[in-house]
């Protein structure tokens, strides 16, 4: 298996030495002239995660914007996260999948620049928003006298803009640097690649670690596990109903933990071994590399099921969204749908939709 050239990663790439490694035996072709399996393979991956994607965060859109009343500081956070996710997964699994099966960069400079830039700050974005919810999590469950002052429609739009404002901003650094370039190797391929000077790239990549995953995890670990502290500590004397809501709420959040936590360490870990150490370029990198991909992509297939569809209310509404024009007559105009996000808490957190 030989590595593709034009290895225009929408977060890593591989240093100069490794890119004339890379590029040594053609425009991402085998020995022989022949297009490796990866051409097809890793394409038809990265399709499949971007329907199920497109699919799941589409859904939950629909769902909070057809059902009355969805205003609430909950809904908000979490259409902002399927707008962000569903974003990421269009701007950056396309283009992605590209440079497995097509030889050099085809799209032009500004989609060079744009696609990077755009699919940094949705990745951001969703990032952000999910520490939010975890915030939010947190004052809803542990503070629920004072959180109706906090948890605001108002409040969570402020959060949001300020969310995007920062993204956008952080982002800068990836459209100033990404530009074409030919490789002396292979002088009839073009390649969109990031181009430094000095180590203003070390202190990007390095910012990008802390800001866009250790701090986050930090936070949503932090947020999470004090709203399972409060649970514990006030539900002593339980019922065995309120033992199984328990179990599921932990559960639940050791799944949104673990999730973030495994689908986005590979990429920084790539990111990390690249701009400091030496990335070899072998079947196994390889692998590794896709595996990135794939986990990182697949973060933003899971949140819909994790902050959506693990609420049996929340499949509730969904059915009653794409049953009420059909088979059933639209409810009344003072019945509203009501779900509580069990995925946060069973006790304090109930989400009107």
């Not at 181009?195 to 701090?215: A, E, M």
């Not at 990111?271 to 590399?289: C, H, I, K, Q, Y």
């Amino acid at each position: 298996m030989v590595q593709p050239r034009n290895e225009s990663s929408c977060w890593d790439e591989l240093s100069a030495s490794n890119r004339s490694e890379a590029v040594h035996v053609g425009c991402g072709a085998e020995e022989d002239g022949r297009p490796g399996p990866e051409a097809v393979i890793v394409p038809v991956v990265f399709g499949l995660i971007f329907v199920v994607g497109v699919l799941g965060n589409s859904l939950v859109m629909v769902v909070i914007g057809k059902v009355r009343r969805s205003g609430s500081p909950t809904n908000v956070f979490i259409l902002n996260l399927s707008v962000a996710d569903l974003s990421f997964l269009i701007f950056c699994v396309p283009f992605q999948a590209t440079i497995y099966s097509l030889p050099d960069w085809v799209f032009g400079d500004f989609i060079c620049k744009f696609g990077h830039y755009f699919s940094t700050v949705t990745m951001l974005v969703s990032i952000f928003t999910l520490v939010a919810m975890s915030v939010d999590r947190y004052i809803a469950v542990v503070h629920s006298k004072k959180s109706p002052c906090v948890r605001s429609r108002r409040n969570a739009l402020v959060g949001v803009c300020v969310i995007w404002t920062l993204s956008l901003l952080c982002s800068v650094p990836v459209a100033q640097h990404q530009a074409l370039v030919s490789h002396p190797f292979a002088p009839n391929c073009t390649f969109c690649w990031e181009k430094w000077s000095g180590t203003s790239k070390h202190t990007y990549r390095v910012t990008i670690l802390l800001i866009g995953y250790l701090l986050p995890l930090l936070l949503i670990i932090c947020c999470y596990s004090g709203v399972l502290f409060h649970l514990h500590k006030k539900m002593k004397n339980m019922s065995k109903k309120s033992e199984h809501s328990k179990r599921k709420t932990a559960q639940t959040i050791l799944l949104v933990v673990a999730a973030f936590a495994v689908c986005w360490a590979p990429h920084h870990i790539i990111a990390m071994w690249v701009e400091f150490g030496s990335f070899p370029l072998n079947d196994t990198t390889f692998v590794f590399r896709i595996v990135s991909h794939c986990l990182s992509y697949g973060n933003s297939c899971v949140n819909p099921v994790l902050y959506a569809f693990l609420s049996e209310n929340f499949r509730k509404a969904c059915r009653q969204v794409f049953t009420c024009h059909s088979m059933y007559s639209p409810p009344s105009h003072g019945k509203v749908v009501r779900f509580r996000m069990e995925t946060f808490s069973t006790t304090h957190s109930t989400t009107n939709i």
